[in-house]
């Protein structure tokens, strides 16, 4: 795992909770969690310059800057504007330039642009996310009982999606330094994580399960309402599919055969002329692939890692198995059962992203977070190495469209008795 020194080393504590012995009230625990969370944007942030934050190097992928001001923009817009009598919007202008996509907040300028907005400059969405800090920590202090326990499932949204835009920086830049032929290091000193050694299989019985988020803890919308599903009988992988397994599938033949690949894979493949895992290289018959450590011989005992879902189906079919459900990975997970389930690479599930039995997305603006992705992309499952720890948990449905590869996605196998 990384060094406590490192930028991407995490908290441990749930965002808002205290494991403490000394009591601590809602409004302390909520002001910490606060600072914390948005210091470890700004401690990932620091090792960009300012050329680096500006960058966008896809559509998919955002500027460091922007990221920084857009979570802010979030807590202006949701939280702040709408409940501290008196704030007065840091540069009103930021709304149309650091909105995503909530239609319902207004226009917003278009995605593939980010990359092309120079000014405001880094040191000025400094200024912007320091202005809507002070104006955040005023707000949990001064807010009655009754405000701060209405506001508080605004401030938990709030820091959960700056921590997922925490992993975006590292996605992003990444993909960024990609383009570099220098091949940039993030960290230097950044180790990717160990994988656990776990060996075998989970094997689970026919059975009815539940799965969904079921407790009072924070979850996003799309992880309810819990609900049964009939699950086995499966057997699933306790360890993640390896780069030196992914080798034998490369050395097959695995990406000049079609007869391994869904019709849409297939296409990806040739029009992208994809031959191996993004990022890999091959430099005097060794491949390389570029880590936030910049460029680094591919270790055949990691886990296989920038895989699309196209590859990792292929893959699956390679090997003479599948990609399990994501119900199926969640009852193994719960179970313990999985090797490497958190904190390595997000695992690809043969699962669309649809929305639960009786899922409604939440009312109002932020309803947009979730639902009205729910088509034409798949769930991953488990969380990756550029996931801070808290926010991982083992109903979180992560999704992504089917060629995506910068993110640090990998897979792991199952199968089911004749
Ligand atoms: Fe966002």
Redesign the pocket.
């Known amino acids: 795992m990384p060094s406590a020194s490192s930028p991407i080393a995490r908290t441990r504590e749930p965002l808002g909770h205290s494991t403490s012995s000394a009591p601590e009230t809602p409004r302390e625990r909520w002001r910490k969690a606060f600072v914390a969370v948005r210091a470890e944007t700004e401690r990932r942030a620091a090792r960009l310059s300012p050329e680096d934050q500006v960058v966008q190097s896809m559509p998919d992928a955002s500027p460091a800057k922007w990221h920084r001001a857009?979570?802010t923009w979030?807590f202006e817009q949701f939280l702040v504007t709408p409940n501290l009598p008196g704030y007065k919007a840091f540069d009103p202008r930021f709304g149309y330039l650091f909105n995503?996509?909530y239609v319902a907040a207004g226009p917003r300028h278009a995605r593939p642009m980010r990359g092309l907005v120079t000014r405001p400059g880094v040191a000025e969405v400094g200024d912007y996310r320091a202005h809507v800090d002070a104006a955040v920590t005023k707000l949990i202090a001064e807010a009655d009982d009754a405000t701060l326990a209405r506001i508080a499932p605004i401030v938990e949204i709030g820091l959960n999606?700056e921590q997922?835009?925490q992993e975006l920086m590292l996605t992003d830049i990444l993909h960024a330094f990609a383009h570099n032929p220098t091949a940039p290091a993030y960290d230097a000193d950044w180790r990717p994580p160990t994988a656990s050694g776990e060996v075998g299989i989970v094997e689970l019985t026919e059975g009815i399960h539940t799965i969904g988020h079921d407790d009072a803890s924070f979850c996003f919308d799309n992880e309810g309402p819990p609900h049964r599903e009939l699950v086995g009988p499966v057997r699933i992988a306790r360890a993640l599919v390896t780069n030196g397994e992914w080798l034998e599938f490369m050395r097959d033949g695995g990406y000049a055969n079609p007869a391994l690949w869904l019709s849409d894979g297939w296409d990806e493949v040739r029009a992208e002329g994809w031959t191996a895992p993004g990022y890999w290289t091959e430099i005097d018959g060794t491949w390389h692939s570029l880590t936030l450590a910049g460029r680094q011989p591919v270790d055949a005992a990691a886990p296989v890692c920038h895989v699309s879902y196209y590859e990792a189906d292929a893959f699956a079919r390679w090997a003479g198995k599948h990609l399990p459900s994501e119900a199926e990975w969640e009852v193994a997970a719960r179970g313990g059962g999985l090797g490497d389930a958190f904190g390595v690479v997000w695992q690809w599930t043969r699962s669309a992203y649809a929305p639960y039995p009786g899922y409604r997305a939440t009312e109002g603006a932020l309803g947009e977070y979730n639902g009205k992705f729910m088509v034409n992309q798949m769930v991953l499952r488990g969380s990756s190495l550029a996931t801070p720890d808290a926010h991982s948990r083992v109903t979180y449905r992560n999704f992504f469209y089917p060629p995506a590869r910068w993110q640090f996605t990998g897979l792991r196998l199952a199968d089911y008795p004749a």
Request: charged letters at 0%.
């Open positions: 857009h979570t979030f995503s996509y999606h997922q835009h």
